[in-house]
């Protein structure tokens, strides 16, 4: 296995990252078990989850499958989304962070996490207030790294300024959405990271599994998919007629190279020299198995110049999963 370094950090890790939110839920115990002890014999020593993937029970889970084996892992969770009704039960406070970091721990039934993420900005807390917190947790021996998620450019430069400005724990990496039909990071959060030493653990490297070529224009969900049970995030970012009608190009291009779709997307995602790792969100062990392929695929040249033939350096496909989860502010509106 090529382990790399995290950003500047000495921690190593797989280029593939077990994603866990399909765990606890659509994927049976058993299942979820069985990727993360195959992973461990395969050497993919990172591991990804969430307080909120399955309301917890995913982190419950992962806990339970690497009790035996929990110093062969580098484990990253997150906290801040909403964890309950009351009016801190979200967000980035200082009171929020160390209880979902607490929480965490006891469902993952660990005394410390490798990598802890803020899973996204929270626009009501500054972000001194959650660093100090984090900071704090890396004090404590609690949290060994603290990372952020879904943060754009401008973001992860306000949170680099204000640790060092005062002293703090910092981000030593980011997690951002990633895929050949979503390329907007390459603009400005890849060059940052890369100038910063910030390492780069993409996720949705199958825009959610548009990129798999299962979706046909025009024909039926695939029984059991996404799309087939409603998602509403998948609705609101990948579920596009444009990145469709793409998949089916990138399908075929990928059958000539001896490969499935779905390895092609994730090799060329691991392609890019900026990124540390992928992280693979299998539902299933045939999925799982499947997608780890991606390590003996090639990008070529060729490759490049093929995707880059459909999507542009920096582009998207369609309206943009930046655009819709997390929308930028923007100009405030004249009402008067």
């Given at each position: 296995?090529?382990?790399?370094?995290?950003?500047?950090?000495?921690?190593?890790?797989?280029?593939?990252?077990?994603?866990?939110?399909?765990?606890?839920?659509?994927?049976?115990?058993?299942?979820?078990?069985?990727?993360?002890?195959?992973?461990?014999?395969?050497?993919?020593?990172?591991?990804?989850?969430?307080?909120?993937?399955?309301?917890?029970?995913?982190?419950?889970?992962?806990?339970?499958?690497?009790?035996?084996?929990?110093?062969?892992?580098?484990?990253?969770?997150?906290g801040r989304q909403k964890m309950g009704s009351g009016p801190n039960?979200?967000?980035?406070?200082?009171?929020?962070?160390?209880?979902?970091?607490?929480?965490?721990?006891?469902?993952?039934?660990?005394?410390?996490?490798?990598?802890?993420?803020?899973?996204?900005?929270?626009?009501?807390?500054?972000?001194?207030?959650?660093?100090?917190?984090?900071?704090?947790?890396?004090?404590?021996?609690?949290?060994?790294?603290?990372?952020?998620?879904?943060?754009?450019?401008?973001?992860?430069?306000?949170?680099?300024?204000?640790?060092?400005?005062?002293?703090?724990?910092?981000?030593?990496?980011?997690?951002?959405?990633?895929?050949?039909?979503?390329?907007?990071?390459?603009?400005?959060?890849?060059?940052?990271?890369?100038?910063?030493?910030?390492?780069?653990?993409?996720?949705?490297?199958?825009?959610?599994?548009?990129?798999?070529?299962?979706?046909?224009?025009?024909?039926?969900?695939?029984?059991?998919?996404?799309?087939?049970?409603?998602?509403?995030?998948?609705k609101q970012a990948e579920l596009r007629d444009e990145s469709i009608?793409?998949?089916?190009?990138?399908?075929?291009?990928?059958?000539?190279?001896?490969?499935?779709?779905?390895?092609?997307?994730?090799?060329?995602?691991?392609?890019?020299?900026?990124?540390?790792?992928?992280i693979i969100g299998p539902r299933t062990v045939e999925q799982f198995?499947?997608?780890?392929?991606?390590?003996?695929?090639?990008?070529?040249?060729?490759?490049?110049?093929?995707?880059?033939?459909?999507?542009?350096?920096?582009?998207?496909?369609?309206?943009?999963?930046?655009?819709?989860?997390?929308?930028?502010?923007?100009?405030?509106?004249?009402?008067?």
């Open positions: 296995m090529d382990y790399r370094n995290l950003g500047r950090c000495g921690v190593k890790v797989s280029p593939v990252c077990l994603g866990t939110m399909m765990f606890g839920g659509q994927t049976s115990q058993a299942d979820s078990i069985r990727m993360i002890h195959q992973a461990n014999d395969l050497g993919i020593n990172f591991i990804d989850t969430a307080d909120m993937y399955n309301a917890g029970e995913s982190e419950v889970v992962c806990g339970k499958a690497i009790a035996d084996h929990r110093h062969d892992f580098v484990l990253a969770t997150k039960d979200q967000g980035g406070s200082r009171k929020h962070m160390k209880r979902a970091l607490d929480d965490s721990l006891r469902r993952l039934n660990t005394d410390y996490i490798d990598i802890y993420y803020y899973h996204a900005p929270d626009n009501d807390t500054p972000i001194e207030e959650t660093l100090r917190a984090m900071d704090d947790m890396v004090r404590s021996g609690k949290v060994h790294y603290i990372a952020c998620s879904n943060f754009r450019a401008w973001r992860l430069g306000e949170a680099l300024w204000t640790s060092d400005a005062s002293n703090l724990a910092s981000f030593v990496c980011l997690q951002p959405l990633y895929n050949i039909v979503n390329r907007d990071i390459e603009v400005e959060i890849l060059p940052l990271c890369e100038e910063y030493g910030i390492g780069v653990v993409s996720y949705s490297p199958l825009a959610r599994g548009i990129l798999t070529g299962k979706y046909k224009p025009g024909a039926a969900f695939p029984e059991g998919s996404r799309a087939s049970r409603d998602d509403v995030r998948m009608e793409l998949s089916q190009k990138i399908a075929a291009h990928a059958e000539s190279k001896g490969c499935s779709a779905s390895q092609f997307a994730l090799a060329w995602v691991l392609a890019n020299p900026i990124l540390t790792s992928v198995e499947d997608n780890l392929k991606c390590l003996g695929v090639q990008i070529t040249p060729e490759d490049e110049a093929f995707v880059d033939g459909l999507v542009p350096i920096g582009e998207h496909s369609g309206k943009g999963f930046q655009d819709t989860a997390y929308p930028i502010t923007g100009r405030p509106v004249n009402r008067a």
